[in-house]
């Protein structure tokens, strides 16, 4: 995804956005090189963010989770739409108020994943297991984890669309541009029938619709308490 800008071809990266991208990245080479990052070991055991019920689960997770990733592509396209649409928002916003949304954005995402988790595994956790089955519920509730800057990525969007909703945005592989309202609103109604329908993928839905709506919120508030502060 790109977006049309006119005069200068060339994006000026921030100093929080810079400063971001250098911590997931270092993060990530962390989890390569002491533990893998692909399957559940002590990094992630630690802190990717799990179910509260889990016996590897801490508060600390909440945040740390949003600076790890599952890969080398999860990390390229969640720093590219930092760097991207991030710097913008750094400008517009000022640092200050654009490092409150990124972290605000991924601890929503964080409390919206929660809360799937508490859904998803409800019929389970009113149970009163065997101590085997109880083992063989916390091995599952380890493999459940959540990792990732797409949250706080997703709630950087929700705040450009609602500040610049008619900027066009190039959707690969399409052709045609979109505006910024549309593209994220289509966006978030495939989260959403993501998540409602569990389409059996590893992308978690509810996190990303939660970053969204956060962004979407702080943004308004800001615009409608301080107007000077966007326009």
Same mark, same amino acid.
């Given at each position: 995804?790109?977006?049309?800008?006119?005069?200068?071809?060339?994006?000026?990266?921030?100093?929080?956005?810079?400063?971001? #991208?250098?911590?997931?990245?270092?993060?990530?080479?962390?989890?390569?090189?002491?533990?893998?990052?692909?399957?559940?070991?002590?990094?992630?055991?630690?802190?990717?963010?799990?179910?509260?019920?889990?016996?590897?689960?801490?508060? $600390?997770?909440? $945040?740390?989770?949003?600076?790890? *990733? @599952?890969?080398?592509? *999860?990390?390229?396209?969640?720093?590219?739409?930092?760097?991207?649409?991030?710097?913008?928002?750094?400008?517009?916003? @000022?640092?200050?108020?654009?490092?409150?949304?990124?972290?605000?954005?991924?601890?929503?995402?964080?409390?919206?994943?929660?809360?799937?988790?508490?859904?998803?595994?409800?019929?389970?956790?009113?149970?009163?297991?065997?101590?085997?089955?109880?083992?063989?519920?916390?091995?599952?509730?380890?493999?459940?984890?959540? $990792?990732?800057?797409?949250?706080?990525?997703?709630?950087?969007?929700?705040?450009?669309?609602?500040?610049?909703?008619?900027?066009?945005?190039?959707?690969?592989?399409?052709?045609?541009?979109?505006?910024?309202?549309?593209? $994220?609103?289509?966006?978030?109604? #495939?989260?959403?029938?993501?998540?409602?329908?569990?389409?059996?993928?590893?992308?978690? *839905?509810?996190?990303?619709?939660?970053?969204?709506?956060?962004?979407?919120?702080?943004?308004?508030?800001?615009?409608?308490?301080?107007?000077?502060?966007?326009?």
């Amino acid at each position: 995804m790109s977006y049309n800008r006119y005069g200068n071809s060339f994006q000026r990266t921030t100093p929080i956005v810079l400063n971001l #991208i250098i911590i997931n990245v270092i993060v990530f080479f962390a989890q390569t090189l002491i533990g893998g990052s692909l399957s559940p070991n002590s990094i992630t055991d630690q802190f990717a963010l799990h179910h509260y019920k889990s016996d590897v689960f801490k508060p $600390v997770q909440i $945040v740390t989770h949003m600076f790890m *990733h @599952g890969g080398w592509t *999860h990390l390229f396209f969640n720093m590219f739409g930092l760097w991207m649409f991030g710097s913008l928002m750094e400008q517009t916003l @000022g640092p200050k108020r654009f490092l409150v949304l990124y972290l605000a954005c991924g601890l929503a995402a964080a409390f919206a994943q929660m809360a799937n988790y508490a859904i998803q595994f409800r019929e389970i956790d009113s149970l009163l297991l065997s101590p085997d089955s109880q083992a063989e519920y916390q091995f599952m509730l380890r493999q459940a984890y959540t $990792v990732g800057a797409s949250g706080a990525i997703m709630g950087i969007l929700g705040a450009f669309a609602y500040l610049f909703p008619n900027t066009e945005l190039i959707i690969f592989p399409l052709p045609i541009p979109v505006k910024a309202k549309y593209a $994220v609103a289509v966006m978030a109604a #495939i989260d959403l029938f993501g998540g409602v329908y569990s389409t059996g993928s590893n992308i978690a *839905h509810f996190a990303h619709l939660g970053g969204l709506a956060m962004g979407f919120l702080l943004v308004l508030i800001w615009n409608k308490t301080n107007k000077k502060t966007f326009y």
